[in-house]
């Protein structure tokens, strides 16, 4: 299952479905993909936020206010399509500058993404197509050091 | 000496008793009168009984500048010597001796002066403000008794003195009759007679400031300070704005007969018509801009959107259908006149219109229900008995029509019916990604009628037959299960673009929440199943695209019996368990309402789907009923300032401003530079910005067709030297006749006086070109046209507009350019390719969006300009270098300013004032002479691209700091020719750099244009 609201888009795609259309007739639109609620400890990385903002971002999630308040014994970092590798680095990262309090568990998804084609000319109706792409949900904890 | 200082100093010693008054150097022919004790004292054994005048003769006999030099040497002497420095300047020496007994009756004439003094109150603040603040009590200003007894004689005559002074009360009713009902409603039919009030603007006014426009009190923006706050909602939660304003044109007839009408309107080149299959079904909601019968490149009208009615049998050409246009009240004048015409709807209906419905609808006597109504237009139905003509159309008024006139037309030859539905269904604007649980929490579809329910009394006859009818039922049960899918979705951009669903609810107000809360999407509807995969994939099928709000007579039906606020209320107070829902059973209204979704951001590859929502359409009486659940559900209302800010984050021109080659369009910037000018006079001269220094030429205004056309003169010179810009096909097949007067174009330029002041030079230019080539003009121009008849045209063409997109990218040989490149068979980038473009549209303007790579954050009427040579160097150098600065312009109007005042002022005027600068002209050499303003370009302008250090390319209409991206981003439109020509010189490298220079300031930054669809 996916979750996200913003995300990099797969870009190897692209050329692949425009070769087998005709660009005169359709335009092709990109719908978002389709989400869930997000929950607070939830992390959607992108590719265009700076890496060490998201970084911050999630070790903030972690380590809660100035005395600890709020802090979240676990986060989930979501990365789609391009993210995956930020996501992973991200996570890695965190783990690796917890003194080993962190652990992380991956799970990977496929995620169906719609592209609208719309027509260029009266005659034609809008067409979809579903296009998959690989994403990535990790698992950040915390765990009592031995 | 000034005649305020003076009365400043006679103020100032207006409770100075007369012999205590010290003699200041420039009140010297007062300062005998009243000269002070001391001097008075010693002068008197001398002088005895001299009069006063003689003793200013003796003392200030000396001749004037001796005075003074001693005056003044003598005060810097004495500076030492305390109080009596100032005042004794003329006395000679310490006096020898003094008399004690003149001395000491000075001494008590001063004492008693100051006594008096302070009994004397000599401010004008009342006397309870004059106490120290621990002394001051709540109620003291209208209670004498909470005072100080020593100041209560005083308070009272001023409470007395303050009674009188207040003015007679308007009102001759009190407070509590006019707080009636009854008057309540006569007071607000009389205040919205002018302008024409939303069903919400009581709420508005409340919360909002409201503003008077195009004909209705609108909500500008909430009083509440929340830019920040209404951004959000349109990003996480939602907005909520009214735009029941918007205006309805419905079309009826024949399908072959409506298209036929209506194509000349549209081109195919700007994208999809009303012809289109998928908004033909009745499926999709459609949007285009409409131009004035084949005129397509010029001669815009506006944009509108469109929905037809779903169609009962598809493929029939020849059945009669329906179409709504929804557009903006002030393209609806312009528009309505075409169509009229494209349709030949000429006789005007009386009636109005009654729609042959297949539902079987209650009469009108007979559903005239017993039960008041809290309808603002139905209690003035009710009340004002003498007139009753008038009532009721002010109830189906709008603003924008004359309520006498009639608002249906038919045609005799096609058969269409044309009718102006404005203000006859409320349009309500969800925006943001909880817009779907608002949605489906505060709308319930509406209970199936069963049999054997009592039908005696109710009023709401058509639901139920339609309920008899086992198809309508089960289409009502898919469109109520589709609305619940609603709920599962998290945004609205996942569904497919100007989906339209159907929907018949309940009233919304009988599962009002106690309190305001927020709703927010609910996790265990949001699991992906196989219902909400169809719905994104597909969308709404077509049948759930109907909706009971298409017809009339149901409308009305459903407007007439709703059942008042009071009503509602009186019942849910008569509920045995208090707080328990109320049933009402049969007599509960149903309501048609039609959803349709808005798809936000298309154009641009970044924020795709921002500002998405859904459009609630109503039937008129409804609006509250509505709204309030709305808010309760967590919305935040918007008023037009957010419009404004949610068209320029999605990137879309908003109207009418973005419009400039429509009348609307052209209206709306007259009127703004009218207001800029009015505001910017004022200021004093030396708080304003001198825009003749900065080199701005038009701060208020864009002058458009002067831009295109200096682009076009200069580019054509640049081709007469050798070099440059390869030549271009002199007889360009559309502008045959109007080659031979460009190539000269300073000269006719110079010569119209008509142009009399900076702003009017939207008018001036129309003017010029008229003295130019006056046979294009009356090839173009129908009688009675303006602006829109001239050349000037937006560029829309879809094709045009993706090759100049590939070409704007930063290199040609991009990624994405050189992907697309070889698919799309876009050219490169060169001059002989951007031939034919500029051939087809030979003064044309192009929409671009712009984003700054650095600082700065651009405003409206930010110029853009084309970079030169050396500032690419520099940015190559300085990856942060912020962009060159204008040099400083000479002010030639300052002299003639400063020349015209002496002038006036030795011809002794008789106007005065600000009408002065503005009105007539001084005689003498200045005759001809536009009236100046201090810092503003006068008179005809000069050619505006090269008047600064960096050519002008276009100019900026919507822009500011962007939070949706972190850094400042404009949308504005550029010259077609001055922006091929400037891609034409850049490096492939640095193509689509421009630069930007608000008016106000001499600093230009870098931005990347970028023209997205």
Redesign the interface.
Known sequence: ?WRTHSMA?NREH??AI??ELD??EYTL????P????RRPNDIYVNM?TDFKAQLARCQKLLDGGSRGQNACTEIYIHGLGLAINRAINIALQLQAGSFGSLQVAANTSTV?L?D?LE????????L?R?RNNSAIHIRVFRVTPK | MSNAKERKHAKKMRNQPTNVTLSSGFVADRGVKHHNGGGKAFQAPRLGTAPPRQTKTTHYAPPEPDVSEQLSSRVMFKKKGGWRAGPEGTSQEIPKYITASTFAQARAAEISAMLKAVTQKSSNSLVFQTLPRHMRRRAMSHNVKRLPRRLQEMAQKEAEKAVHQKKEHSKNKCHKARRCHVNRMLEFNRRQKKNIWLETHIWHAKRFHVVRQWGYCLGERPTVKSHRACYRAMTNRCLLQDLSYYCCLELKGKEEEILKALSPMCS?DT???F????CLSGK?QGSLTLYRAHRYPHGVLGPVTFIWRPERTPGDTSASRQLWIWLHPTLKQDILEEVKAACQCTEPVTPTPCVPDPLPTPSHGQSQPALPDEKIGKKRKRKDDGEDAKPVKKFFGDGTRDPHQPRSWISAATGIVISDLTMEMNRFRLIGPLSHSILTEALKAASVHMEGEDTEKTPHLWWIETCKNPDAVSLHRRQEAIFELLGG???P??I??GTVLGLTVGDPRINLPQKRSTA????EK?Q?NEE??QL???GVPVECAHSFIWSHAVCESVTENKISDQDLNQKRSELLVPGSQLVLGPHESKIPILLIQQPGR?AG??R??WGSGWDVLLPKGWGMAFWIPFIYRGARAGGLKEARVHSQYKRSPYVPGDFPDCSAGVLFAEEQANDLLEKYKRRPPAKRPNYVKLGTLAPFCCPWEQLTRDWESRVQAREGSPGAFPPRGEGSDLRGDEVPCVPTPEKPRQAPDEADTPLQDARGPEGERDTECPAQAGAAGLPGQDATGSLLCVLRS?AALKQLSAWCGPSCGGRRAA??AP??GQRDLTPEACLPLLDRFPRALVWVSLSLLGKGSPEPRTMICVPAEEDFLQLGRDRLYCGPQEPKHSDPFKSKIRKQKEKKKVEKRQNHGPAGSEGLPVGGPAVGLPALTLGLWSGPLPDVTSHCSRALLGFVTQGDFSMAVGCGEALGFVSLTGLLDTLCRQPAAQRGLVLLRPPASPQYRFARIAIEL
């Open positions: 299952m888009e692209r050329g425009e070769a660009p005169v639109r990109k719908r978002l389709h989400r869930l609620p265009k169906e719609v609208e027509p260029e000319t009266d005659t034609q109706e809008p979809t579903i | 195919i994208g999809l018509t012809a289109a299959v998928h999709r979705v998290t945004s951009a996942e497919p673009a927010l999407p609910n996790p949001c992906d909400v995969r994104l994939l597909e298309v590859d970044d795709r789907g879809r992907q697309r698919g799309r």
